[in-house]
């Protein structure tokens, strides 16, 4: 149709045609998380009622939003976290931007991340998107707010992206933990926050996964050989507020004087279901009533099987194309299909170089196979 002729135009009457395509292109892969980190220097006041120090640090990856951008937070201090937001306020007086701020994101969130009403709370923003340094000079202070002394003297906070070489890990997703009746506030978050599903955010230097709550992001799990750094604690998985140091073989937190910020410790090393009998209230601490009556918290680690990667139905379709004999041509009709046939007649009369081209990806003719193709390949050839 054309506004000016409508469906009797005369682009139609001299045949002119509009063309349509279908595109399928081949998936890029995402970079692992770990690949990349973010740095923030030379921030020169407090804010937000922290102090200057808790902002200059690492920002590590704490997955991808909704809105396909990495969410990071802050290494050591982690009440600071960095997020791209198309719309922070929610009502188009912000920006598209990177914002800094104090805001706990939603991961699922398409834009207004920080689930803001009338206002941005926010302390820097960059909204440059390319580039991997960045010398921002609008930023706030507690002194002064947006208009304080050291952007009137030029002083600028330099951001950086920094990518690195990432190191082989197991599949994350695959473990999580889930807390179960939390009777009590504790460290001044209610028991709603601690009752949720604690997912994998990578293996720390020791060796051990470190988990976060996918809903309320403050409580951590992690196990700490040294909590305190004085062995005044024993080796522990630890239920606490504190992020952990990635990096640190023990005394994750960087607790010192031997305190070890925890509300939960798990001594046990085996089994998937703890009952725990000492746990903390804010309303009597270590001897709180819930522990006088004996209610127990459940901790369960759970570990989901992963899924197989199947072989696709487009390619069986293009193995068809392929001049492999008759016993094969049965074999991939089965398979779109979903039937089951003996394998081996067409495998074993299939090269292996030949073999490596169509199974070298390692796909799986079904949900209930035991092995991949390639694998079935191998083991046709004995």
């Known amino acids: 149709m054309c506004d000016d002729g409508m469906w009797e135009n005369i682009f139609i009457e001299r045949g002119h045609r509009v063309i349509i395509e279908v595109h399928?292109?081949?998936?890029?892969?995402?970079?692992?998380?770990?690949?990349?980190?973010?740095?923030?220097?030379?921030?020169?006041?407090?804010?937000?009622?922290?102090?200057?120090?808790?902002?200059?640090?690492?920002?590590?990856?704490?997955?991808?939003?909704?809105?396909?951008?990495?969410?990071?937070?802050?290494?050591?201090?982690?009440?600071?976290?960095?997020?791209?937001?198309?719309n922070c306020g929610g009502d188009d007086?912000?920006?598209?931007?990177?914002?800094?701020?104090?805001?706990?994101?939603?991961?699922?969130?398409?834009?207004?991340?920080?689930g803001n009403i009338g206002g941005c709370e926010n302390t820097l923003q960059v909204r440059e998107s390319e580039g991997t340094r960045f010398e921002v000079e609008q930023y706030m202070c507690d002194d002064g707010?947006?208009?304080?002394?050291?952007?009137?003297?030029?002083?600028?906070?330099i951001i950086e992206v920094h990518n690195t070489e990432s190191r082989p890990?197991?599949?994350?997703?695959?473990?999580?933990v889930t807390v179960s009746d939390y009777p009590c506030a504790t460290h001044g978050r209610p028991a709603e926050s601690l009752n949720q599903r604690y997912v994998s955010r990578g293996m720390g230097a020791n060796g051990k996964a470190i988990f976060q709550g996918e809903q309320y992001g403050d409580w951590w799990i992690f196990f700490d050989d040294n909590c305190g750094g004085d062995n005044s604690h024993d080796p522990a998985w630890y239920l606490t507020i504190t992020p952990p140091d990635f990096?640190?073989?023990e005394n994750l937190g960087g607790n010192?004087?031997?305190?070890?910020?925890?509300?939960?410790?798990?001594?046990?090393?085996?089994?998937?279901?703890?009952?725990?009998?000492?746990?903390?209230?804010?309303?009597?601490?270590?001897?709180?009533?819930?522990?006088?009556?004996?209610h127990k918290v459940i901790i369960e680690v759970h570990n989901i099987e992963p899924r197989v990667a199947l072989c696709p139905r487009e390619l069986f379709s293009e193995?068809?194309?392929?001049?492999?004999?008759?016993?094969?041509?049965?074999?991939?009709?089965?398979?779109?299909?979903?039937?089951?046939?003996?394998?081996?007649?067409?495998?074993?009369g299939i090269p292996e170089d030949?073999?490596?081209?169509?199974?070298?990806?390692?796909?799986?003719?079904?949900?209930?196979?035991?092995?991949?193709?390639?694998?079935?390949?191998?083991d046709c050839q004995y």
């Not at 007086?93 to 920080?114: K, Q, R």
């Not at 070890?260 to 601490?285: H, K, L």
């Open 93 to 114: 007086s912000h920006d598209p931007a990177w914002y800094l701020t104090t805001t706990h994101p939603d991961f699922g969130a398409l834009e207004n991340l920080g």
């Open 247 to 249: 990096a640190a073989l």
């Open 354 to 378: 030949a073999a490596l081209e169509l199974f070298g990806s390692e796909c799986y003719f079904s949900e209930s196979s035991d092995r991949s193709f390639m694998q079935r390949w191998r």
């Open 319 to 348: 193995w068809l194309r392929r001049d492999l004999g008759e016993s094969c041509t049965s074999l991939f009709i089965s398979a779109l299909a979903q039937e089951h046939r003996d394998v081996c007649d067409c495998l074993r």
């Open 24 to 86: 399928n292109t081949e998936s890029r892969p995402e970079p692992p998380m770990s690949e990349t980190f973010v740095t923030v220097t030379d921030y020169p006041c407090a804010t937000h009622d922290r102090p200057a120090e808790s902002l200059n640090q690492r920002y590590v990856s704490r997955g991808m939003g909704a809105n396909g951008k990495e969410i990071f937070q802050g290494e050591q201090f982690g009440e600071w976290w960095i997020f791209f937001d198309h």
């Open 169 to 176: 890990e197991p599949p994350m997703g695959e473990t999580f």
């Open 256 to 294: 010192t004087e031997g305190s070890c910020t925890n509300t939960m410790q798990v001594r046990e090393s085996e089994g998937t279901r703890f009952e725990v009998e000492q746990y903390m209230c804010d309303d009597g601490m270590w001897e709180n009533g819930f522990r006088e009556r004996g």
């Open 145 to 157: 707010g947006w208009e304080n002394d050291f952007i009137e003297r030029g002083h600028r906070v």
